[in-house]
């Protein structure tokens, strides 16, 4: 079911490469399109996965990419269609069709787990995933943003120059980007920990409860994310750290991100598995 959905989103990044390229309205018209059509496919990929297992499905390392890649395509639809700003799209719908080839190709099992069933870990999982494709479109924001800072201080103004919006417009949706993020983060944790702590209660045998501590890769790179996004926040409230200092901060804070997605997930062995 998700080869429909990786199809879309692979036709809309050629699109928006297109778009990118040479500025014609009429395939910017088709490459978001495409990509509703794509997030409308994946949603009913969704839809039915979650009537199959009862809950969002996120229980394996597959499914909760696609649904990382689900969160990332709506949460970068709403920007563009917020902000009437397609050039973003030749960054961000690449990641979507390379990341959605992950659930394509392996898509694993989404057991019905009656340990996972409680509200506490939906909102903690469902939270962190939200954070985590805040934190992409923030470090493709930021990104962007040293692209065209480096096209102004040429005093060369060319081909960037001419597609990207401002650094102003950057910066301010960086820092929105965020915000919501380092929230979302914030309940995903604190919530984890909550959930943990009953579900240990109910089955304190289960291997994944017991390995869930700070010596678990996983819950240590969400804790230190947490930590470098909210130095991010602070560096930028007390010590005037925005523009390109707050660009590479978020694209540090989401390369730590991916260490989750992909070795961590896929090759280390003593973490939890949901």
């Keep these: 079911m998700n080869v429909l959905p990786l199809i879309l989103y692979a036709a809309a990044a050629v699109a928006y490469g297109v778009h990118f390229a040479r500025r014609q309205p009429q395939a910017g018209r088709l490459a978001t399109t495409l990509l509703i059509f794509a997030a409308l496919a994946h949603t009913f990929v969704i839809g039915m996965q979650t009537m199959e297992v009862r809950h969002v499905p996120f229980a394996n390392a597959s499914s909760a990419t696609s649904t990382f890649v689900w969160l990332l395509a709506l949460s970068y639809l709403y920007l563009e269609i917020t902000a009437d700003e397609r050039a973003m799209g030749v960054f961000i719908v690449p990641m979507l069709a390379g990341l959605q080839t992950i659930p394509a190709v392996s898509p694993g099992v989404e057991r019905i787990d009656p340990l996972l069933d409680s509200p506490w870990f939906w909102v ?22 040293v692209v065209q800072f480096k096209e102004i201080k040429k005093k060369h103004l060319g081909y960037f120059y001419t597609r990207l919006p401002s650094l102003q417009t950057l910066d301010v949706m960086n820092e929105r980007a965020v915000a919501i993020g380092w929230l979302c983060l914030t309940v995903g944790v604190a919530v984890g920990a909550i959930w943990t702590g009953q579900a240990r209660a109910v089955a304190p045998d289960d291997p994944n409860l017991q390995a869930m501590s700070l010596n678990d890769p996983k819950i240590f790179v969400a804790v230190l994310t947490w930590g470098v996004y909210s130095f991010a926040i602070l560096a ?39």
């Design 124 to 145: 903690h999982v469902s939270s962190l995933l939200f954070a985590y494709a805040s934190f992409a479109l923030a470090s493709v924001l930021g990104l962007t943003y």
């Design 236 to 274: 930028r409230q007390t010590m005037g750290w925005s523009g390109r200092r707050a660009a590479w901060l978020s694209a540090l804070g989401f390369a730590i991100v991916l260490l989750n997605f992909l070795p961590i997930n896929y090759f280390v062995t003593t973490s939890h598995t949901f």
